[in-house]
């Protein structure tokens, strides 16, 4: 989970705090990677989801934690897709998942 949250908020910090200028190059291909890896965080969270013990006191929510990461790769997908970067309002996640 701890590699998650890393991935997580690097995301959420390089769509948050971009300005408003276009990508470079070093920059869209970072993104693209972080993409591709919070893309395969995808699998790794059904896997978990799955693995759960429904006995267990503490439940981690699946469904929040799958909706706040839809909203970050969205939020990556929509500034690769722009040739600029202007401010808009976003809508917040969550990031209580327990």
Sequence with gaps: MR???????????LVVSAESYAITDSERAVLIRLHHELELSRSMIDEAEQAANPQDRQHIQYPQLK???????????????????EPRSLSPINGDYQ
Excluded: H, P
């Design 3 to 13: 590699f998650f949250n890393i991935y997580f908020f690097t995301a959420l910090l």
């Design 67 to 85: 909706n706040d990461l839809n909203k970050i790769l969205q939020g990556i997908a929509d500034a690769l897709a722009s040739e600029r970067r």
